[in-house]
């Protein structure tokens, strides 16, 4: 009867935990990309996740965002930006770097290529 509790116990927990590791509110943190010579860029890091998770790019200004994967986890062994066209494959401890020409305001996604960890670009 203890053994059976237990198990149960154990499950309960099991549970939970997976629905806060992918159901929970994170807060993301946010970067202005760096603006020299009419062009912008921001490097993220791919590391368990986007950080930073929010880039904030200029209207009309060439931008490149570099990404620097450190997790060996296949899931993030590429970044989507559909809204641009864009997928890269992003070689474990390299930086690949897209270019983007953000010419409408408003905010656009990208993700890993699960769709499981996502980020936010947010042109204004």
């Not at 603006?35 to 998770?53: A, C, L």
């Not at 809204?83 to 494959?89: L, S, T």
């Amino acid at each position: 009867m203890m053994t059976k509790l237990l198990v149960l116990l154990i499950g309960i927990i099991l549970i939970l935990f997976i629905l806060w590791w992918f159901f929970a509110p994170r807060t993301e943190s946010e970067v202005v990309a760096k603006n020299e010579n009419n062009q912008q860029s921001v490097t993220i890091e791919v590391n368990g996740g986007y950080k930073p998770g929010k880039v904030v790019l200029k209207k009309g200004v060439p931008a490149t965002i570099n990404f620097n994967r450190k997790d060996a986890s296949s899931c993030l062994d590429s970044v989507v930006l559909s809204d641009f066209g864009i997928e890269k494959d992003l070689p474990l401890n390299e930086t690949v770097s897209v270019n983007l020409n953000p010419d409408k305001a408003g905010e656009y996604g990208f993700a890993c290529g699960m769709n499981m960890f996502h980020g936010k670009i947010i042109v204004k």
